[in-house]
């Protein structure tokens, strides 16, 4: 019998960082982007007692998601359609602003 090995928080995290980057390489993040942390800072601050804080992009996050953009070009071509956008918002999202620890 095989013994089933488990994954190490280096292949872990490649595949964080790989889902994050492929992410990034979208036409038109950038505006998704600025889409989510208006979107958290404005509801958070409205309605504090309504929200989940661990929803919620963390700054640490936000910093590390426009750090990444730095290096990349063109990042203010825009998307292809809204539909695409509102799409990269929710990918955004889809974890609830946990990116590092899916």
């Given at each position: 019998?095989?013994?089933k ?58 910093l ?39």
């Open positions: 019998m095989s013994k090995v488990r994954p190490t928080m280096n292949t872990e995290m490649r595949k964080v960082l790989e889902r994050i980057d492929k992410l990034i390489s979208k036409k038109g993040f950038i505006y998704a982007l600025i889409m989510a942390q208006i979107e958290d800072e404005t509801i958070i601050s409205n309605n504090m007692d309504k929200r989940n804080v661990q929803e919620r992009l963390s700054s640490n996050e936000i590390f998601l426009w750090s990444l953009l730095i290096n990349k070009e063109d990042i203010y071509q825009y998307p292809d359609s809204i539909d695409e956008l509102y799409t990269m918002r929710c990918d955004i999202a889809h974890t609830g602003g946990r990116f590092f620890f899916v």
